[in-house]
């Protein structure tokens, strides 16, 4: 279930979709899924759907990872990413295999140390995490970023995130309307904030604090 072939069929069914970039394309194919969950769910890891990771979280589903990236890469490939929310390190993985330099940071414990652990025997270098809140962004508040991807939902957008993407930058984030959640792309200009919706998303919502 996790064989080359079972990876293929994911590649179909995320082109079906409308996931054309083949560099967004050939990174699903590589980075092997089914070692970023647990091992009693990984005949389930290249089906398009999410997954429990424990502490209420979860992989997205490789549809999700596969869109998101695409959209992060409308404007060409940037140097810098901020991704909120490291969760298993799959996004993660999937973002260190396309960008120069990532930088992530996750809220809970335990999932942190488990994506730097998963990150380093794979083989990934070029990833900076952290275990912090990140409602806050990254820690050093002087740092800006080409691109910030958000993998929980939120009702507005946190003033620290706007602050950190630079002037032409994008930003990802799942939306929640308290009815439904809208993936939204926002661009960030000189006048402020331009946002565009994406498409209808499900994400665990973005929470404040340590865990």
Not at 37 to 56: M, N
Not at 100 to 106: A, I, K, L, M, R
């Amino acid at each position: 279930m996790t064989s080359q072939r079972t990876r293929d069929r994911m590649l179909d069914r995320l082109r079906g979709l409308g996931v054309v970039n083949n560099q967004v394309l050939d990174v699903m194919r590589i980075v092997p899924r089914h070692l970023f969950v647990d091992e009693a769910l990984s005949h389930r890891a290249y089906e398009d759907t999410a997954l429990p990771i424990g502490y209420s979280q979860t992989i997205s589903q490789p549809y999700t990872v596969a869109k998101m990236t695409q959209c992060l890469l409308s404007e060409g490939v940037p140097n810098s990413i901020l991704e909120i929310g490291t969760g298993c390190g799959y996004q993660t993985a999937v973002l260190a295999s396309i960008f120069p330099q990532v930088y992530s940071v996750e809220r809970i414990a335990a999932l942190h140390k488990q994506a730097k652990q998963r990150l380093s025997e794979l083989g990934i270098y070029n990833v900076q995490l952290r275990h912090t809140d990140g409602n806050m962004g990254w820690p050093n508040p002087s740092y800006q970023f080409d691109r910030i991807i958000m993998t929980a939902a939120c009702s507005e957008v946190p003033e620290a995130l706007a602050h950190q993407l630079v002037n032409g930058g994008i930003m990802l984030l799942p939306f929640d309307d308290g009815n439904d959640q809208t993936l939204m792309q926002i661009t960030k200009t000189p006048n402020g904030l331009i946002s565009e919706a994406v498409e209808k998303v499900s994400f665990v919502p973005l929470l404040s604090g340590l865990g």
